[in-house]
């Protein structure tokens, strides 16, 4: 059975930094790219950041650009997101997302953070 | 930066309906257009990739058309369990959302 379980979300103040992160399984994560989306409170999903199988190529939406970094450990079969000088407008469910052939074939439960003061 | 818009934001419908929802891309994304589930409090789920397949697991009342612009999603037979908001998402490039279709049953 494939499992993507985020942790590391909470309560942070502006400016503030977590990490995120996504333990797999049930699938040979090192095969996959791997994806981080967004959903702030009562609004719709934002694709945040991905980062292909062998975590050398790595994307990010402009409005997390510079502050977020997305990583991965293929021995841990773990998928990171470091976000750095939080804003308000990054709270959020934070979703992990296995890529299929550009799509999304897997979805973890999410972890939310709030970023308040 | 393509962007996915979303018709109608949200509709109701009678269980055994023929439902449909619509999404256009700002431009060409071929067929890289996959439809998302969510329920509830949970987590998205993916229900049609490549615009027109079927995921595993997913019922046959739900169906996808389109291709260049245009993109379809339609629920033959409405059921109770349908309830959710659909998402359409780009992948031609950097992916992207449409902001979603909430369904509810009358």
């Known amino acids: 059975e494939v499992q993507l379980l985020e942790s590391g979300g909470g309560l942070v103040q502006p400016g503030g930094s977590l990490r995120l992160s996504c333990v797999v399984s049930?699938?040979?994560?090192?095969?996959?790219?791997m994806n981080w989306v967004r959903q702030a409170p009562g609004k719709g999903l934002e694709w945040a950041s991905s980062?292909?199988?062998?975590?050398?190529?790595?994307n990010y939406a402009d409005s997390v650009k510079g502050r977020f970094t997305i990583s991965r450990d293929n021995s841990k079969n773990t998928l990171y997101l470091q976000m750095n000088n939080l804003r308000a407008e990054d709270t959020a469910v934070y979703y992990c997302a296995k890529e299929g052939w550009r799509h999304f074939d897997q979805w973890g439960q999410g972890t939310l953070v709030t970023v308040s003061s | 930066d393509i962007q996915m818009t979303q018709s109608p934001s949200s509709l109701s419908a009678s269980v055994g309906d023929r439902v449909t929802f619509t999404c256009q891309a700002s431009?060409?994304?071929?067929?890289?257009l996959n439809w998302y589930q969510q329920k509830p409090g949970k987590a998205p789920t993916l229900l049609i990739y490549d615009a027109t397949y079927l995921e595993t697991g997913v019922p046959s009342r739900f169906s996808g058309s389109g291709f260049g612009t245009d993109f379809t999603l339609t629920i033959t037979s409405l059921q109770p369990e349908d309830i959710g908001t659909y998402f359409c998402q780009q992948y031609d490039s950097l992916p992207s959302f449409g902001q979603g279709t909430k369904l509810e049953i009358k």
């Open positions: 431009q060409d994304i071929t067929s890289f």
């Open positions: 049930g699938f040979s994560f090192s095969d996959y790219a």
């Open positions: 980062i292909r199988a062998s975590g050398f190529k790595t």
